[in-house]
């Protein structure tokens, strides 16, 4: 079992940027693609960046291309998120969780491994 644990959420404003990360408990976690998602209060989860194992592979939503990048270090078991130019339609909670087959994958049932998430607001 790998636990997850997402980090680095808050409330900023428009404008602002933040960086999240998504810390596995296990090494195997490196072996393994990760997604980031999001969910909004009444909709429902959406894609938002995968990185491949080997983080030559990344894939982005439409809604933050050009905006935020996705990267990892595999020597800390560690998915970061970098979010610029927020934006309040941006805000969610967001969570992270693994691709067992270690791809880039936009599918939300290729994930594992789903940590609890962390909060994103931004005020316009």
């Known amino acids: 079992q790998v636990h997850v644990v997402e980090s680095g959420g808050g409330l900023v404003q428009a404008g602002s940027s933040l960086r999240l990360s998504c810390a596995a408990s296990?090494?195997?976690?490196?072996?393994?693609?990760v997604g980031w998602f999001r969910q909004a209060p009444g909709k429902e989860r959406e894609f938002v960046a995968a990185?491949?194992?080997?983080?030559?592979?990344?894939n982005y939503a439409d809604s933050v291309k050009g905006r935020f990048t996705i990267s990892r270090d595999n020597a800390k078991n560690t998915v970061y998120l970098q979010m610029n130019s927020l934006k309040s339609d941006d805000t969610a909670v967001y969570s992270c969780?693994?691709?067992?087959?270690?791809?880039?994958?936009?599918?939300?049932?290729?994930?594992?491994?789903w940590g609890q998430g962390t909060q994103v607001t931004v005020s316009s």
């Open positions: 990185i491949s194992r080997s983080g030559r592979t990344t």
């Open positions: 296990k090494r195997a976690f490196s072996n393994y693609g």
């Open positions: 969780a693994g691709d067992p087959y270690g791809l880039a994958s936009s599918d939300v049932v290729r994930y594992l491994y």
